[in-house]
């Protein structure tokens, strides 16, 4: 007579249960937002004052994107991805966008048992078989996957295994339904805009980050073109072990350094004084090196890194800088980028109405709601676009400026250059971070003149 294992039907049952619990989870917290602005819009009505309007406005987008703040940050998973693309100047209040745009991707990790059973069904082999070492404490945890620093037999390097989370993609299907069903419900009563298709386009995109395959090729890609590209690459990138490679399982080069935001504390460790000499060179050099990457990849490949947080920096000796995670890779079409490449150069040059052409040609449609709409479009390119921070402010979110954001209202902005602009969100809260202020479209000005000239559509005289 066999033994009843409760551990094993208690588990059961929990993973059975735990969809119905997020969507509980979601659809309460939903609601309690929809609701929210309701009530307000009922309120508004009793309002007379109509210069009172904007500020109260203001302040429910205030109090809303704390709850979608909490809702995504406690929920995590898809609610990650979901708040990475909701702040989209052309979708979201800017009280949404500048908190939504400092949330991080972090998860609990899963027990090594359950990342053991993954990794064994998927390379086909028992984990001793293939690793010489394996340690079961993760170096991380985020939504998708976790990371394990191991050896493989009868090589002497280290290298790091990613491994998916079991069931998370079943999780991520369940709460992508929810929003699709709360997105036709929004588009039928209260918003004049495809709701469905942005979520059908999500789901697209976060099928992508759950092949591996597809990670490793990305990486592949990336790593070819930099380091074809430049006498030395101007950052590292992990080298992929092809044959260690399944749709759930990546295992690449382990990158020896220490996280970016932990740059500070080490120096200070090492009795190195954060503001000397040689502490401000290291910096430079990081920034420049991350800036120089971006560049090329946006400008001469069109083809680059989309996820540029804090977390996938690593900072090796002598203040190289090593570029993690490939999961989020964004192509952009050539009439894209190269019509950036034209925007770059209208901030670069402070041309307002090189860079009024330069939105209508990448498909950016802005309504002015001012008279002298270039000069304000032009500080709007570089409020979105520029990583320089204007004189004496240290915001970090591009939208906190809200002079040429609601004096030019943002109609339509193309997917695909949405990537771009968290880009240069991040390079300016690591520049901010850092303490240089600095402007990308300065340093890419020679970059995106050279793919002009490469693609024809400048000449060289």
Known sequence: MHAIDFKEIQEKLSDGFRPWQRSFQFWARATDIYTGYKVFQLRMNFVKDVTKHEEMWEVQHELAAHKIYSMCSDLGGFFLKIAQILGKPDLAPAAWVRKLVTLCDHAPATSFDA???????????????????????????????????????????????????????????????????????????????????????????????????????????????????????????????????TRKVLVMDYMNGIPILSLGDEMAKRGINPHGKMAEAAKFNILNSLSQAYGQMILKSGFFHADPHPGNILISKGSEVALLDYGQVKELPDTLRLGYANLVIAIADNNASLALQSFRELGIATVAKCKNEQQELLQLAKTMFDTEMPPGTTTLQPFSEDSSIKKISVEAFPEELFSVLRTVVLLRGLSVGIGINYSCAQHWRSMAEEALVASGRLSTS
Do not use: C
């Open 115 to 245: 990342i053991r059973v993954v990794l064994e069904k998927e390379l086909g082999k028992s984990i001793e078989e293939v690793f010489e070492t394996f340690d079961d404490k993760p170096l991380g945890s985020a939504s998708i996957a976790q990371v394990h620093r191991a050896r493989i037999k009868g090589d002497k390097r280290d290298v790091v295994v990613k491994v998916q989370h079991p069931g998370v993609e079943k999780l991520m299907m369940v709460d992508i339904r929810n929003l699709q069903i709360f997105a036709l419900y929004m588009q039928k009563t209260d918003i004049k805009f495809d709701l469905f298709s942005m979520t059908k386009e999500i789901e697209k995109q976060i099928g992508y980050e759950f092949d591996f395959k597809r990670e490793a090729n990305a990486m592949e890609k990336i790593r070819r073109f930099l380091y074809d590209n430049n006498r030395k690459s101007p950052v590292l990138v992990p080298r992929v072990l092809p044959n260690l490679v």
